[in-house]
């Protein structure tokens, strides 16, 4: 074994560097006996020997190149699963090759910062013992899990495992179902008490949240049904994804609600901006009518002619001004008169 360089005294062999090599891009792992969880690191990834009884359980991150490597020298799964978890392709599937399912769930990101939502997609392999959990980008459910499991979450199989995942998926989408319904009321209170504050492009960012999670809803269940039909899928994995199913049915339908009332408050808002509109364009036609009398008057009088109407009366600014003012008097109650002035 050839050393390489020097570090402090150590010497770095050649072994050194193709195990740092062969390391993958794992972001958490553990093996479970009897439901409990023991951490497991990467150096356990590419020893090889028997591995303890129970399943692993892994979570990688597959912006690390050293991910795809230890896919393609260590082989933990069937060529089709293998492909799945690796693929760049966005679309939510599923997949069952030798026994082990492999699934394209859309999740939402988790971001460090304030800001809109965004979707993700989280990347599954579930085998008799080992569970293959993938993502590009952190995911908000994947922390769930992972929270879950420090807490001490007792899984007992894989198909427990797809369970616990479900059940994080649906904390996350009940949270921004819950958090857009809070936003909706909050707009219906302020329309409620004359005061809308709500400006369209409020309006606009929760509708496109809302179609977003309504197509993640709907895609999901389309997939996972699909995947029921499967004659090749687990049976335990099967009856897991029908009672995930049911669930996203009901969070679906939750958020066409909210959506539903979200439209019927623009509807609101929009006849409420028409109506002011209307006042405002009222307001003037009754003060330009009004007005439109004394400005008459005052251009009569304002011209350089001869023969002019009291130009030579000792009030006679006074008479052209009672004049202007009395002609829009009269117009006023004619307008009153006629209907035309509402109180």
Do not use: C
Not at 196 to 224: N, Y
Not at 296 to 319: D, E, K, P, Q, Y
């Amino acid at each position: 074994m050839a050393a390489v360089g020097l570090d402090g005294g150590r010497v770095v062999t050649s072994e050194d560097i193709r195990i740092l090599a062969m390391q993958p891009g794992l972001i958490w792992g553990f093996d479970f006996h009897d439901g409990a969880a023991t951490p497991v690191g990467e150096q356990a990834l590419i020893e090889v020997g028997p591995r303890p009884p129970g399943f692993r359980w892994l979570h990688f991150n597959l912006a690390d190149g050293r991910t795809g490597r230890w896919f393609d020298a260590f082989r933990p799964l069937p060529p089709a699963v293998a492909e799945l978890i690796q693929s760049v392709d966005q679309g939510q599937r599923t997949v069952v090759d030798g026994g082990v399912v492999g699934m394209v769930l859309h999740d939402i990101e988790l971001e460090f910062i304030e800001s809109e939502p965004r979707v993700g997609e989280l990347r599954l392999a579930l085998g008799p013992d080992l569970v293959i959990t993938a993502r590009s980008h952190p995911l908000r459910s994947a922390e769930a899990v992972k929270r879950r499991l420090e807490a001490g979450a007792r899984v007992y199989n894989p198909a427990e495992a797809l369970e616990l995942i479900f059940a994080s998926m649906l904390s996350v989408f009940s949270a921004i179902n819950a958090e857009l319904d809070d936003q909706v009321q909050a707009v219906e209170d302020d329309l409620l008490r004359d005061r809308p504050t709500t400006d369209t492009r409020t309006f606009i960012t929760m509708r496109s949240l809302m179609v977003r999670m309504h197509r993640l809803l709907g895609g999901m269940r389309a997939t996972l049904s699909r995947f029921e039909d499967d004659d090749a899928a687990p049976p335990a994995i099967v009856k897991v994804s029908e009672r995930f199913v049911g669930r996203l049915s009901r969070l679906d339908a939750d958020l066409l609600a909210v959506q539903s009332q979200l439209r019927l408050l623009r509807d609101e808002l929009d006849l409420q901006a028409a109506q002011q509109t209307n006042q405002n364009l009222y307001f003037l036609s009754i003060l330009t009518a009004l007005l439109m009398p004394a400005t008459l008057v005052t251009g009569i009088f304002g011209m350089n002619t001869g023969g002019l109407l009291w130009t030579s009366a000792r009030h006679g600014s006074l008479l052209a001004t009672g004049l202007a003012l009395g002609s829009s008097l009269v117009v006023y109650l004619v307008m009153r008169i006629t209907g035309f002035i509402r109180r």
